[in-house]
């Protein structure tokens, strides 16, 4: 018979403290032990990372919030979205340097627009809007919806704008205007496609001054970007912007809880350019920020404000590109 080994001694608390480090044993892995979470992915703030489908938000109870609530809630995340300060223009919501404020979109539109009250077969209101002779009641956004004036969607889900580029831009001009496209492809389901055999489409070219029609007409489609004074990006972002459907944002319905006009400052005719107009908001809030926004001296007599917001203190009509809700409105209205 043979004889049993000796078992093992009881455990010497000092024995693994003698020993030198690189020769303990790896505990073995618990296999219970939970796994570690992967880092979470930080959130969107630049402009071509805005999401472009802003839901309402968690739930606040069980059964769910009232619809009021939920409208209130949607608003309030949109506000802190499109008139939070970003890294990638950093004007939005400050008071702007005034060698800036000579680049906004606004100033550069009334410059090349100046006395500028007809090109051939059409005649311009607000600035920079095209209405044809025999159409006097413009467009808004509402309209557009109702009257089918929004570009169609693609199966696909993107919504592809044709166009034909004049030729008389040099390579330099078109390069700009080609970044100006990307800027909506980047940010929006929205391209501007060259033409192939559309029937609709925008033709681009340099006329009398930078104007645009308001949504599709229909055919081929006149925007003006005149080749000396108009070939900024924000300018041609604004124009694009009237081609998609949309108007100048201190027209929209609710303007009067935002800003007040000083009719007794603005030039004599020129009032029909600050007559509201029934617009689709969207459930955006209003936006001082908007490259569709005038600055508070537009079509002045004597330089003094004709726009003032009510609050005293907002700044308004600087913005040299889109911001964050020009671009949620494009999403709202064309890529839910």
Not at 2 to 31: I, T
Not at 101 to 124: C, F, I, Q, T
Not at 141 to 156: E, G, M, Q, S, T
Request: proline letters at 7%; charged letters at 25%; hydrophobic letters at 25%.
């Amino acid at each position: 018979m043979r004889p049993s080994r000796p078992g093992p001694g009881p455990a010497d608390p000092l024995e693994d403290q003698n020993k030198p480090k690189d020769q303990n044993k790896p505990e073995p892995a618990n296999r219970l032990q939970p796994t570690t979470r992967p880092p979470q992915r930080p959130l969107r703030t630049t402009l071509a990372e805005t999401d472009h489908r802003l839901g309402p938000g968690p739930s606040l109870s069980t059964r769910g919030p009232s619809r009021r609530a939920r409208d209130q809630l949607t608003r309030s995340r949109l506000q802190l979205t499109c008139l939070k300060p970003q890294p990638s223009d950093p004007l939005q919501g400050q008071t702007p340097p005034q060698d800036q404020d000579d680049l906004s979109v606004s100033n550069l539109l009334e410059r090349a627009n100046k006395n500028l009250e007809r090109d051939g077969d059409s005649l311009l209101e607000d600035g920079d809007i095209a209405v044809h002779k025999t159409r006097l009641h413009k467009r808004n956004a509402a309209l557009c919806v109702v009257r089918r004036c929004k570009w169609p969607k693609h199966k696909n889900g993107r919504v592809y704008v044709p166009y034909v580029l004049a030729k008389h831009y040099s390579a330099a001009q078109k390069s700009v205007i080609f970044r100006a496209f990307k800027s909506f492809s980047d940010a929006t389901c929205v391209s501007f496609v060259p033409r192939y055999r559309q029937r609709d489409y925008l033709y681009i070219h340099s006329s009398n001054g930078c104007w645009s029609f308001i949504g599709r007409t229909g055919g081929q489609q006149k925007l003006s970007l005149k080749s000396s004074g108009c070939i900024y990006f924000g300018t041609i972002q604004h124009e694009l912007l009237h081609a998609l459907g949309f108007n100048h944002e201190h027209k929209r319905s609710d303007r009067d809880r935002y800003i007040r006009v000083l009719t007794q400052n603005i030039i004599k005719g020129k009032e029909h350019n600050f007559k509201k107009v029934r617009t689709l908001n969207q459930g955006t809030p209003y936006d001082y920020g908007s490259v569709m926004h005038y600055r508070n001296t537009a079509f002045s007599k004597n330089g003094r404000p004709t726009l003032v917001a009510r609050d005293g203190h907002s700044k308004f009509g600087y913005a040299t590109e889109m911001s964050l809700c020009d671009i949620q409105r494009v999403n709202r209205l064309y890529c839910s």
